[in-house]
């Protein structure tokens, strides 16, 4: 296997997870980040009616309580600028709309739809991981403010830093820009699974790092050697 070096692993085709198949998107509901989709979608892909989808929707033979945590009533523009009706959908949700469509093309759309409800799934599920490894860094970062008996108002801000040049090779802010986004958006929502997975690892490892004192460089340079290896077992996986 040819070597990786940490310049070349930016430059590695990283689809972006959650938007390279806007069919199947992540979507706050019920005070989660969940995967869904909508009745638009379904329509369109199934070659059906969207006005029909949305009758079988409200006809559906289950309870009041999956209903509503399943299906979430929402509004789309139309071509005329008009809001019309729509329901975005949970996986249950979608799997009980879907049951009765019956044929080939039906049978291999529905077989898609799981992949991707699969996919979304173990996306979000790593979005949140890093978010919970964030919370270990700045723990890190607090204990031992308290043991020197100073605050260092840089430190968070310098700390992210790092674990981003290391995993995408440049700030977030920068990314954002380069990338087209606004520099206020969660950078989170942009990065494929497996990005999400090396900060989420280089996160969890500068925690400890830095609460047993290693130094800036040391940290940077062990940083630098997990997304090599990283970065070298993926390629494993892909060969």
Known sequence: MQEISIEQIFNLDLPLANEKDGAVFAHKFKGDLVAMT???????YFDKEHKNVIRAIKDLDCS?????LNFQPSYYQNEQNKRQPMYRMTRDGFMFLV???TGKKAAKFKERFISLFNKMHSWINQRVKLSSNQHLLNDAIQFVELQRG???E?????????IYMIALGSSKKKWLRVNGYAPDDDIRAHLSELQLELLDLLTSENAVMFKLGLSYRERESRLKDTALFFWAKQQRKAA
């Open 99 to 101: 049951m009765g469509f």
């Open 150 to 152: 100073e605050k260092d």
């Open 64 to 68: 009041d309580d999956f209903r509503r």
């Open 38 to 44: 909508t009745s638009l979608i379904v329509a369109k």
């Open 154 to 162: 840089h430190s968070h801000a310098r700390e992210n830093t790092l």
